[in-house]
């Protein structure tokens, strides 16, 4: 299984910046996917999950309302849009992929079972 994150950058406050993560090796539709952050210093911390099927989403609630993670399951592809940018979004951004867990598991790290390489996203003030 190898996950492809592109998109990062560097960027100011107020911004938008949209990632993907391409999949490949696996049945891409079958598995639920997750973007991860992790900034200088601190844990590597769930940003925003996506069901297999699309229909359900999770946030971690400092980026509600300014992220919306999506899929393409014909392009084995999600994104991430992230607007109205801020400093303290500053981090590596990495997808994740698991196979179909529990509601209550998809913000939680170990249940993701493969990574990307991650992509760094640096909002200015």
């Known amino acids: 299984v190898q996950l492809q994150a592109s998109g990062g950058g560097l960027v100011q406050a107020g911004d938008s910046l949209r990632l993907s993560c391409v999949a490949s090796g696996r049945t891409f539709r079958d598995y639920d996917m997750a973007w991860f952050r992790q900034a200088p210093g601190k844990e590597r911390e769930f940003v925003a999950a996506i069901r297999w099927s699309g229909g359900t989403t999770r946030y971690e609630d400092s980026v509600k309302g300014r992220f919306t993670i999506s899929r393409d399951n014909a392009k084995t592809t999600i994104y991430l849009q992230m607007n109205s940018l801020k400093p303290d979004d500053t981090a590596i951004y990495y997808c994740?992929?698991?196979?179909?867990?529990?509601?209550?598991?998809?913000?939680?790290?170990?249940?993701?079972?493969?990574w990307g390489q991650g992509t760094l996203v640096t909002v200015s003030s």
């Open positions: 994740a992929t698991t196979p179909r867990v529990a509601l209550s598991a998809l913000t939680i790290r170990s249940s993701y079972d493969y």
